[in-house]
């Protein structure tokens, strides 16, 4: 997953948004008991800004981990032995769980489970028997790239 | 409607396709998922899109706050998968959603070219970890200005798994504009699988 335009802005407006709702009763005059029902929903929605930042933070250095992956990894093939959909979606995009067996070259076969954010088109094409590229870390093999 | 049915009754018999009444192509590429049908085309025409190339092209509506209509034509690049998973050619500005704001989405890698005028009419998108090299000499000179200069104003491609998906922002383009849909969508078609080949 990455964050889009849509993303900083909904970071950017909970967190003004908020920030304003903190500071701004006081700053105005309001009384202390107004000031405070607003700072309580004003907190709210900064937390929520923060936590969107958080997310789309741990985004980014995963990004850059799978990034470093494959460039350095070791290539490798993941055969799909069974698909399971949770029935969760995010972003109406479903969570798909993958049995994969694994194959890299002078690690071996092992079986995985790795469950995958994937969109509509292309979880309707994990099916079992699908063969994927992997890209997998050179010093732990455990630590894989799907690509699909 | 009957304009609609009768204007894909002549292509159908112009270009020796067979019209079908409407054909459920399945969930394939994103610009099918968005409609709520599923990938609904009605009505459609099956056969060459152009010479070598066989596929359909049909009529896409979907409605979410408003009603989105699309001419589409697809085929088949099975052996892209391999090389290139995911290739959207987006023309800048179309619209195929207004009533979903997600701040997070699918990753994705953008990709960079040389062209002004390719970068200034298309978006194009790829899945990440996509091998730069194969993408460069998929976008050749000829191709990138082929798409910057040839297909239709308001054309745009999307590769998904192997199924290649050209469309056009019109309800009823008239026999011209489906035939310029099919042989655009064809030429892509054809310079994916000659560059999978190589």
């Known amino acids: 997953m990455q964050i889009n335009r849509v993303g900083y802005f909904l970071i950017a407006l909970f967190g003004g948004l908020g920030l304003a709702m903190c500071i701004g009763p006081p700053l105005a005059g309001a009384n202390a008991e107004t000031s405070l029902i607003v700072a309580s929903t004003g907190a709210i929605f900064v937390l929520t800004a923060v936590g969107l930042g958080l997310y789309a933070r741990h985004n980014v250095k995963k990004a850059a981990h799978n990034d470093w992956i494959f460039q350095n990894g070791i290539k490798g093939t993941a055969t799909i032995v069974a698909v399971g959909n949770s029935h969760t979606t995010v972003n109406e995009m479903p969570l798909m769980k993958l049995t ?25 094409r994990m099916e079992q028997g699908l063969i994927l590229p992997v890209y997998a870390n050179p010093q732990a093999p455990g630590d894989f790239i799907l690509v699909w | 409607m ?114 002004t005028r390719l970068n200034e009419r298309f978006t194009v998108t790829t899945g990440p970890y996509q091998d730069p090299n194969w993408m460069r000499q998929l976008f050749s000179p000829a191709l990138v200005d082929w798409l910057a200069n040839k297909p239709p104003q308001d054309f745009s491609f999307e590769l998904a798994y192997g199924t290649l998906l050209g469309s056009v922002e019109e309800d009823d383009p008239g026999p011209d504009g489906m035939a310029a849909l099919c042989d655009a969508t064809a030429h892509v078609a054809e310079r994916i699988a000659r560059e999978c080949e190589e």
């Open chain 1, 100 to 124: 994969l067996d694994v194959d890299i070259p002078g690690v071996g076969r092992t079986e995985f489970t790795r469950r995958e954010v994937m969109p509509v088109f292309t979880a309707n």
């Open chain 2, 2 to 115: 009957a304009d609609l049915d009768a204007s894909y009754a002549a292509f159908a018999a112009a270009r020796g396709m067979e019209l079908v009444p409407g054909v459920d192509v399945g969930q394939l590429t994103p610009l099918l998922v968005e409609s709520t049908a599923g990938g609904q085309l009605n009505p459609a025409a099956r056969g060459p899109l152009a010479e070598g190339v066989d596929g359909i092209v049909g009529h896409l509506a979907y409605q979410r706050n408003k009603k989105f209509r699309f001419t589409v034509a697809l085929t088949q690049v099975p052996s892209s998968t391999p090389f290139v998973p995911r290739l959207f050619c987006i023309r800048k500005g179309r619209s195929t959603r207004d009533d979903e704001f997600y701040g997070f989405e699918a990753r994705h890698a953008k990709l960079w070219t040389e062209s």
